[in-house]
């Protein structure tokens, strides 16, 4: 079993920034990547961000150029830096951990982005 842990969230002004960090721990083997999502009331959660192993990273069109995804080498932390950020970045930011096995789930941060 593998656990993940979002911080990082909270309240920033139009074009300020954040850093999110998701911290796993457990059982981390045969890891494909790591992703990033967010999710507002009444709409599905979208993907924002993903890192494969290789190090590949890949962006939804919303946030492309102003958010970028890091992970450490043994897949224990997955950072989300968002930059420039815009009312409508406001959501739940959730990490993803993607492996061989079971996919698993943080329990999110909010990120409100408002003046």
């Known amino acids: 079993q593998v656990q993940l842990v979002e911080s990082g969230g909270g309240l920033v002004q139009p074009g300020g920034s954040l850093r999110l960090s998701c911290k796993a721990s457990?059982?981390?083997?045969?890891?494909?990547?790591m992703a990033w999502y967010r999710q507002v009331p009444g709409k599905e959660r979208e993907l924002a961000a993903s890192?494969?192993?290789?190090?590949?990273?890949s962006y939804s069109d919303s946030v492309k150029g102003r958010f970028s995804i890091s992970r450490d080498k043994n897949w224990f932390y997955s950072y989300l830096q968002m930059d420039n950020l815009k009312p409508e970045d406001t959501a739940v930011y959730f990490c993803?951990?993607?492996?061989?096995?079971?996919?698993?789930w943080g329990q999110g941060t909010q990120v409100t982005v408002s003046s």
């Open positions: 457990g059982r981390i083997t045969g890891v494909y990547a």
């Open positions: 890192i494969t192993a290789g190090g590949s990273t």
């Open positions: 993803k951990m993607v492996t061989r096995g079971p996919q698993y």
